[in-house]
């Protein structure tokens, strides 16, 4: 059974940086699309990063272009998610997940298999 545990999260200032991370077990990374959603207080969830496993294309939302940056070690089985420039808009609890989406699903929880428990990213004005 594949399972994910994120881990990097914390309280930051705003302009501030955090490195989030994705442990698979039970499963190997390099068969999947790595992919990184949040949600904050009374919204739902929402996408913000993704890295498909066939070419290594890398997709964002328009709120984390230029500041978030998506990576991944098969080696480590781990996906990493590198957070600069936060901004209070940007305090959510963190999912990864993986999975092989199809193009037209990536950006849709629907569209991945499997999800970590979360870990909250917090940051402060």
């Known amino acids: 059974q594949v399972q994910l545990q994120e881990s990097g999260g914390g309280l930051v200032q705003a302009g501030g940086s955090l490195r989030l991370s994705c442990v698979v077990s039970g499963g190997t990374l390099s068969a999947y699309s790595v992919g990184w959603f949040r949600r904050a207080p009374g919204k739902e969830r929402e996408f913000v990063a993704a890295?498909?496993?066939?070419?290594?294309?890398?997709y964002y939302s328009d709120s984390v272009k230029g500041r978030f940056t998506i990576s991944r070690d098969n080696g480590k089985n781990t996906g990493s998610l590198q957070m600069n420039n936060l901004k209070p808009e940007d305090t959510a609890v963190y999912y990864c997940?993986?999975?092989?989406?199809?193009?037209?699903?990536?950006?849709?929880?629907?569209?991945?298999?499997?999800w970590g428990q979360g870990t909250q990213v917090t940051v402060s004005s």
């Open positions: 890295l498909r496993l066939s070419g290594g294309y890398t």
């Open positions: 997940a993986v999975g092989v989406p199809i193009l037209s699903a990536i950006r849709t929880p629907g569209g991945w298999r499997h």
